[in-house]
């Protein structure tokens, strides 16, 4: 299982870095998505970055704003969001792809 972190409360306009990290897996063997799901709202996918860390996709939405990057000494993918809006309110989370089971995920909240 993947675990998320980062998430929190940001101003419209504001940033967050989040990561996605594992203690049983070396994460760079895997290709890794974000997903996101908003309040009555079914899950999305967000963005995802294939095993080499050389490829990596976003929604239309978040393109521009969002970063996928991997950290391969660290365990950890990073997903850096920039110019925040109300609409990227939701709970994050990461997995593999194709996904396996679900974690916690992560809240962000994008609200003045």
């Known amino acids: 299982q993947l675990v998320e972190s980062g998430g929190g409360l940001v101003q419209p306009g504001g940033s967050l870095r989040l990561s996605c990290t594992a203690s049983?897996?070396?994460?760079?063997?895997?290709?890794i998505g974000w997903f996101r799901q908003a309040p009555g709202k079914e899950r999305e996918g967000v963005s995802c970055?294939?095993?080499?860390?050389?490829?990596?996709k976003y929604v239309d939405s978040v393109k521009g704003r969002f970063i996928l990057s991997r950290d391969n000494a660290k365990n950890t993918v990073y997903l850096q969001m920039i110019s925040l809006k109300p609409e990227d309110t939701a709970v994050y989370y990461c997995?593999?792809?194709?996904?396996?089971?679900w974690g916690q995920g992560t809240q962000v909240t994008v609200s003045s």
């Open positions: 970055i294939s095993r080499s860390g050389g490829s990596t």
């Open positions: 049983e897996f070396t994460l760079e063997n895997y290709a």
């Open positions: 997995n593999f792809v194709p996904v396996r089971s």
